[in-house]
């Protein structure tokens, strides 16, 4: 069971828009910084947005991300199939002094 | 460029240990937050543990409180994971990430992991 919650999956269909929703706390999202990643298949994590909202160099603006309470949602828009991944939200949690992820979603563009 | 090598991954046998290290290079790896998150075959990401840009702080999560212990040496650009104790849950891929500053903040560039493998 994560501290934060993800949907299992979701789908859309080239060229769409798809929003992925992670729901937190007080002590995680309420109170600190959002970070998303996106993990393709058989490699490591890679950063797509930090400090809630924030794109590292090279990531295209069809990635976003937006915090709201206790609740952050990563948006992404003009579908690609090369999008086909799973997606992890991730942030500190100051009551257990630890970071904390989300379960994932995985993104399948049909 | 960033680039981060993890080693010292293997099979063990329950109750074992194993040293985990992180070669790091291509940023000033003393100014920067940095951290352990782990992957079991097929599940998600596990943040496992941090350590401060300094080595002065310090966090774990509670899974392996107790157990594991980061250390960072400036002086070689190597971040560590000491792994003692170790369970059948703790086998999982381990990466080691570097933070975009803090503890706390998220992890710009990642490792390409080392595979620990705990069984009898």
């Known amino acids: 069971q994560s501290v934060l919650t993800q949907p299992p999956s979701v789908s859309a269909a080239p060229g769409q828009k798809v929003t992925i929703s992670c729901s937190g706390s007080?002590?995680?999202?309420?109170?600190?910084?959002v970070s998303w990643y996106q993990q393709l298949p058989g490699t490591a994590p890679k950063l797509l947005i930090y400090d809630n909202n924030k794109r590292p160099s090279g990531i295209p603006d069809r990635f976003s991300g937006s915090k709201s309470g206790t609740s952050a949602t990563l948006g992404i828009t003009g579908l690609q199939t090369g999008d086909e991944a799973d997606y992890y939200c991730g942030t500190w949690d100051s009551s257990l002094s630890a970071g904390v992820f989300g379960g994932g979603t995985r993104l399948t563009v049909l | 460029e960033v680039q981060l090598l993890e080693s010292g991954g293997g099979l063990v046998q329950p109750g074992g240990s194993l040293r985990l290290s992180c070669a790091a290079s291509g940023f000033t790896f003393s100014s920067y937050a940095m951290t352990w998150v782990r992957q079991a075959p097929g599940k998600g990401l596990e943040w496992v543990s941090g350590i401060s840009s300094g080595g002065g702080s310090t966090y774990y999560a509670d899974s392996v409180k107790g157990r594991f212990t980061i250390s960072r040496d400036s002086s070689r650009n190597t971040l560590h994971l000491q792994m003692n104790s170790l369970r059948v849950e703790d086998s999982a891929v381990y990466y080691c990430?570097?933070?975009?500053?803090?503890?706390?903040?998220?992890?710009?560039?990642w490792g390409q992991g080392t595979l620990v493998t705990v069984s009898s």
């Open positions: 990430a570097k933070s975009t500053a803090y503890t706390s903040s998220g992890s710009d560039f």
């Open positions: 007080s002590s995680n999202i309420g109170n600190n910084y």
